[in-house]
């Protein structure tokens, strides 16, 4: 099936340990530590762990699709106006009735948009802390090595509430009753020597139904929270075409996405300035660990002094009646 990565290119990169928390909500892309994220210095793009759905339509003549909240940002996103708005991941996974073995899922790349295969052995295994309506699997892509789609898997079962589930490698196993998985042709270590996207699936059975998901974190085995709470949220109503664009979407999410756009903080030397409607609304400054380095409350026009941080990469959450905004900065 054909993969397609939703986002912009952005300048970055940095390293990833294990026992690594990789997405919380803070930011659009996960931070898989495979190549480029925030580090002007050192790269030129940033191309690892961006989110993409994906369904039985193209290849299986199927009619499963995900349904977003909102319509595509200026830079073509369809996930960051939901970190913009909610802090988390949240679609309508729909199952159709056209191919009998249906599929739909929300999937990041490991490394960049053409998968290249990943030594992930060191994270020990994936965490994540989720809701679904429905039953969903958590699936490890190597579709370079495994060519019959037996992946390696574990089970998440329907959950109201956000709830967290960590493996272990050892924990993740393929359908041993056919293909490659009968014929033990591969082992979970040469698949996660391998991988190339992390998944979360939902299989419908050739049944009529829908499902909606959040996922709140992913990370290395024993890293995730179980940190997240249901926002306020807009009904899914945009439908991929599968193909990374949306095949229609009603008025009501485009809105909404736009007020939450309607605030910019601009960085010039130590000096951030908000253009906007942003007065009444409080402003955080947060480093990459989530601590509080400095806060206020804004007017319009108004400014902040970070002179007194140090160089790195930080994150600004501006929050109010009318506004919902994060973004991240780097100070020199």
């Known amino acids: 099936m054909k993969k397609n ?42 191309t690892m762990g961006y989110w993409y759905d994906y369904d039985d339509r193209k290849e299986n003549a199927g009619s499963s699709y995900t349904l977003y909240p909102y319509e595509a940002d200026e830079y073509g996103s369809l996930i960051k106006p939901m970190i913009d708005n909610v802090g988390y991941l949240y679609v309508t996974q729909v199952s159709g009735a056209a191919y009998e073995y249906s599929f739909v899922g929300m999937g990041f790349n490991v490394v960049d948009g053409s998968q290249t295969p990943y030594d992930a052995t060191a994270w020990g295994g994936l965490c994540i802390t989720y809701t679904s309506e429905k039953p969903v699997y958590l699936e490890l892509g190597a579709d370079a090595l495994i060519t019959d789609y037996n992946a390696f898997r574990i089970s998440l079962a329907a959950a109201t509430t956000p709830t967290v589930v960590s493996k272990t490698w050892s924990e993740f196993s ?18 996660t020597s391998a991988l190339q996207a992390v998944k979360v699936k939902m299989e419908g059975k050739g049944k009529e139904f829908s499902s909606l998901l959040r996922i709140f974190e992913v990370g290395t085995a024993g890293s995730c929270t179980g940190a997240g709470a249901i926002g306020t949220e807009t009904t899914p109503n945009c439908k991929s075409d599968g193909d990374g664009a949306l095949e229609s979407c009603s008025g009501a999410a485009i809105a909404d996405v736009k007020a939450a756009s309607a605030v910019k903080a601009t960085l010039s030397g130590r000096t951030l300035a908000f253009s906007g409607k942003v007065a009444g609304a409080s402003v955080e ?30 994150m600004v959450r501006v929050s109010g009646a009318a506004v919902n905004m994060n973004q991240k900065i780097v100070l020199e």
Do not use: H, P
């Not at 601590?291 to 002179?307: C, D, F, P, Y």
């Open 285 to 314: 400054v947060l480093n990459l660990q989530g601590q509080v380095m400095s806060r206020s409350v804004l007017s319009n026009g108004a400014t902040m002094n970070l002179s007194s941080l140090k160089s790195g990469v930080y």
């Open 174 to 191: 393929c359908d041993k009753t056919w293909g490659s998985c009968k014929a033990g042709t591969y082992t979970i270590d040469q698949v």
């Open 5 to 46: 990565i939703f986002g912009f290119a952005m300048l970055a990169a940095c390293s990833m340990a294990s026992a690594d928390l990789m997405f919380n909500g803070s930011d659009q892309q996960v931070n898989t530590g495979a190549d480029c994220m925030y580090d002007y210095e050192t790269c030129t793009t940033s």
